[in-house]
Antibody, heavy 121, light 110 residues
C-alpha cells in the first residue's frame, strides 16, 4: 500500500516561491509515477504535471510551464513541487498523487493529504 | 471553464439512484480515452472511485458504476446512502491538454 505524506501549510507573499514535499512509503519513488494536482478554495481539481514513464521525463501542464518545477530525491523517496512567481490565484491545496495505467488511460490511484498554500501580502 | 462538463449539483433521497454525467469532446472522451471518477468527501483528498470507464478498485462498493458512450461518461450510484454525500469528479486525457478533470458535481443526499 502506497502512503504519501506531504509537508505542512505555507503562507507566502506575492512574487515568492514555494516548495512542497511528498514523502513516499510502502513503495520506492522509482516504482511510481508521481504527479501534482491543485484545488483552489471551493473550486475543482487541476492537473499541474508529473513524471511520464513512457517518455522518461517530467511533463507540465501548459498553464504552469516556466513557473513550476517537479523534482524527486530517490535517496529519501521524496517528491517536490516548486512553484515560483506566486500570485493570489495560486492560493490552493496542492496534492501529490501517483499515476497508474498507460499514458492515455492513466489515472490517479493514491493521493497525499494535501498542502494548503496561501498567497497573501 | 473545465474541458469536461459536469452538472454542478445533483441530489437524491436515501435508497434512490442518481447519475452524474461528464461531457467531453472529440479531443478527449470522444477520441476513445478512458474516463475515471473520484469521490472527495468534505475536507479530504480525492479518492479513486472508478477507473477505465467502469472498473472499481478494491473496496469500492458495487453501488457505484461507470459507463461511457461517445463523447460522454456517467457515474451511477444506487441505493444512495448519507455517506455518499460528497463532490465527484471525472477525469480523462485530452490530446492538447493531457490530463483533464471535470468541474465537479456536488451530491446532496436529501
Amino acid at each position: 500500500q502506497v502512503q504519501l505524506v506531504q509537508s505542512g501549510a505555507e503562507v507566502k507573499k506575492p512574487g515568492a516561491s514555494v516548495k512542497v514535499s511528498c514523502k513516499v512509503s510502502g513503495y520506492t519513488l522509482t516504482e511510481l509515477s508521481m504527479h501534482w494536482v491543485r484545488q483552489a478554495p471551493g473550486k475543482g481539481l487541476e492537473w499541474m504535471g508529473g513524471f511520464d514513464p513512457e517518455d522518461g521525463e517530467t511533463i507540465y501542464a501548459q498553464k504552469f510551464q516556466g513557473r513550476v518545477t517537479m523534482t524527486e530525491d530517490t535517496s529519501t523517496d521524496t517528491a517536490y513541487m516548486e512553484l515560483s512567481s506566486l500570485r493570489s490565484e495560486d492560493t490552493a491545496v496542492y496534492y501529490c498523487a501517483t499515476v497508474q495505467g498507460y499514458s492515455y488511460g492513466s489515472y490517479f490511484d493514491y493521493w497525499g493529504q494535501g498542502t494548503l498554500v496561501t498567497v497573501s501580502s | 471553464q473545465s474541458v469536461l462538463t459536469q452538472p454542478p449539483s445533483v441530489s437524491g433521497a436515501p435508497g434512490q439512484r442518481v447519475t452524474i454525467s461528464c461531457t467531453g469532446s472529440s479531443s478527449n472522451i470522444g477520441a476513445g480515452y478512458d474516463v475515471h471518477w473520484y469521490q472527495q468527501l468534505p475536507g479530504t483528498a480525492p479518492k479513486l472511485l472508478i477507473y477505465g470507464n467502469s472498473n472499481r478498485p478494491s473496496g469500492v462498493p458495487d453501488r457505484f458504476s461507470g459507463s461511457k458512450s461517445g463523447t460522454s461518461a456517467s457515474l451511477a450510484i444506487t441505493g444512495l446512502q448519507a455517506e455518499d454525500e460528497a463532490d465527484y469528479y471525472c477525469q480523462s486525457y485530452d490530446s492538447s491538454l493531457r490530463k483533464v478533470f471535470g468541474g465537479g458535481t456536488k451530491l446532496t443526499v436529501l
